[in-house]
């Protein structure tokens, strides 16, 4: 009798505790068990099935709490994955959502960067990534990344083998002064 009143006791507190979780704790908490999971065992990769499942929770979430502070974070997240799943459009679709709805949020000026690295290295448009590294220079002057905007801008369309050769020039003749 004490082992069926200790079950139900245990059972009860169980279906309490589940009852009183709300469903943005438990999409917390499946995002959380999703990329604690998202390495394979074996190979210690990132499983490409799950972490496309994952940007999916990530921008659910977004969708069904719009307003949560980490939300912004999430979206990034989701952003980060889906640019280093080469799904470019996804990735630009999700940061340009993070610039619009999320202005203030600390990253949204690395949103604007990375999109126009997208342009720049994936999608091979490199009219619009130099638009978008001027905006991004325009917009945030003293970011971080406005150095790398700078740069990209130098360097668009140049290959591997031509941005050696200048960087050898530049050394050659720097060291003859």
């Known amino acids: 009798m004490k082992s069926i009143r200790s079950f139900l006791t245990i059972a009860t507190g169980i279906l309490i505790f589940v009852a009183c979780t709300s469903p943005q704790e438990k999409s917390k908490a499946d995002i959380k068990s999703m990329e604690d999971s998202l390495?394979?065992?074996?190979?210690?990769?990132?499983d490409r099935v799950k972490a496309k499942e994952l940007i999916t929770m990530y921008v659910t979430y977004a969708d069904n709490y719009p307003t949560d502070p980490e939300t912004p974070a999430t979206l990034f997240k989701a952003g980060d994955m889906a640019m280093n799943l080469n799904q470019a459009r996804q990735a630009i679709q999700i940061f340009d959502r993070i610039m619009d709805?999320?202005?203030?949020?600390?990253?949204?000026?690395?949103?604007?960067?990375?999109?126009?690295?997208?342009?720049?290295?994936d999608l091979n448009d490199?009219?619009?990534?130099?638009?978008?590294y001027e905006e991004f220079l325009e917009k945030y002057p003293d970011d971080e990344f406005a150095d790398?905007?700078?740069i990209s801008i130098q360097n668009l369309g140049k290959?591997?083998?031509?941005?050696?050769?200048?960087?050898?020039?530049?050394?050659?003749?720097?060291?003859?002064i």
């Open 39 to 46: 390495f394979s065992d074996e190979t210690k990769m990132v």
């Open 101 to 121: 709805q999320y202005p203030d949020y600390e990253k949204t000026p690395q949103c604007l960067f990375l999109k126009g690295y997208i342009y720049e290295n």
């Open 126 to 132: 490199l009219n619009t990534a130099k638009k978008i």
């Open 148 to 150: 790398d905007a700078k």
């Open 159 to 176: 290959s591997p083998e031509e941005l050696i050769r200048e960087f050898e020039e530049k050394t050659k003749s720097e060291g003859e």
